[in-house]
């Protein structure tokens, strides 16, 4: 069957939520469960981690059903999550802390910004949760990065907001929400969630490496980090953001977390991709490791297949 050329092709985005509750089952429950079975949204992965207090959520879908299902999520984490009360290993500003777009398939990154902008609005007529806007759909330079916007987290944003006219939400009155804080809403490129856990029980340590990492300290240009403790497994992790895994690969980032670690004495326990993952990314550290020459992911033969029926569908 001939295709109609004039049929718009639908916008894909992936969508990742990160919601500041990490232990109570019946509330992750609750929370995954406005993004299960709704036509236009698949939910990729969940992943919650009782140290850090955080739920993470990776979505795809279309740009509208994927703003009805974070909008009644947004909805569930009001009537759950009081910041007054919550504590974690993760920085936070927000019962909803962040949400991420970024697009996948037939959607630019300026139109996905637009996009977030559109939403936000929504978002804070919705909720009454004040938003930041940051990376691409930052409106001031300074606000690009997420670190800047979350700087002293939730107990100190929620005072500075009051007095501080460059603290301010982009939308929203000049107060937090008086029990979800604010909500970070940006269009980004695909990043990797990527952890590192030591064997020590020193965050000291942890954190002294992150330093070495992290762009802000002078380390790699697409890596955020910091150093967190482990206190239901007695050890330590390296927590990053891998912003840009084609100027930074994974491997690149590994090596150097041992070198540092050796310095201390201590061991690499293992290592943890949170969430989902360009293929891309992975496959560029097991060439690495295994020495492949010449390899092209084209010889992966479900990458090959899905790229040859994704050439179908269009």
């Known amino acids: 069957m001939s295709q109609n050329p004039l049929r718009k092709s639908k916008q894909i985005i992936e969508c990742v939520p990160n919601f500041s509750e990490g232990r109570r089952y019946e509330v992750i429950q609750e929370i995954e ?3 299960r079975d709704r036509k236009g949204v698949y939910m990729l992965d969940s992943r919650a981690d009782s140290d850090h207090n955080r739920l993470v959520i990776s979505l795809a879908g279309e740009p509208e059903p994927l703003a009805d299902a974070l ?8 009537r759950h999550i009081d910041m007054e009360k919550h504590t974690g290993g993760h920085p936070r500003i927000g019962a909803v802390d962040v949400i991420s777009f970024t697009p996948l398939r037939n959607i630019t990154m300026a139109e996905c910004a637009e996009l977030t902008h559109e939403f936000g609005a929504r978002y804070y007529r919705e ?8 990376e691409e759909s930052a409106t001031r330079p300074d606000r690009k990065n997420l670190e800047v916007v979350r700087k002293g987290q939730y107990e100190l944003l929620c005072e500075e ?3 501080n006219p460059d603290r301010r939400p982009d939308i929203g009155d000049p107060c937090l929400h008086p029990s979800a804080g604010a909500t970070a809403i940006g269009a980004r490129k695909l990043l990797v969630a990527f952890n590192v856990n030591l064997a020590t029980a020193d965050v000291g340590i942890a954190k002294k490496i992150a330093a070495t990492l992290r762009s802000s ?12 403790a482990l206190e239901s497994r007695g050890a330590v992790q390296v927590s990053m953001n891998v912003t840009d895994y084609e100027k930074n690969s994974l491997y690149r980032v590994l090596e150097m977390v041992r070198m540092e670690a050796r310095r201390y004495g201590v061991a690499v326990l293992g290592t943890e991709v949170y969430g989902m993952v360009s293929a891309d990314a992975l496959l560029d550290s097991a060439a690495y490791y295994m020495q492949t020459e010449g390899f092209s992911p084209e010889q992966i033969i479900e990458m090959r297949l899905l790229e040859m029926m994704g050439e179908e569908n269009d």
């Not at 909008?71 to 009001?78: C, R, V």
């Not at 009454?128 to 940051?134: A, L, N, R, S």
């Open 161 to 163: 907001v009051k007095h």
């Open 127 to 134: 909720t009454e949760i004040p938003v930041y806007f940051y």
């Open 71 to 78: 909008i009644d999520a947004a909805k569930t984490s009001l």
């Open 33 to 35: 469960s406005r993004f």
């Open 217 to 228: 300290s002078g380390g790699f240009r697409h890596v955020k980090a910091i150093g967190l």
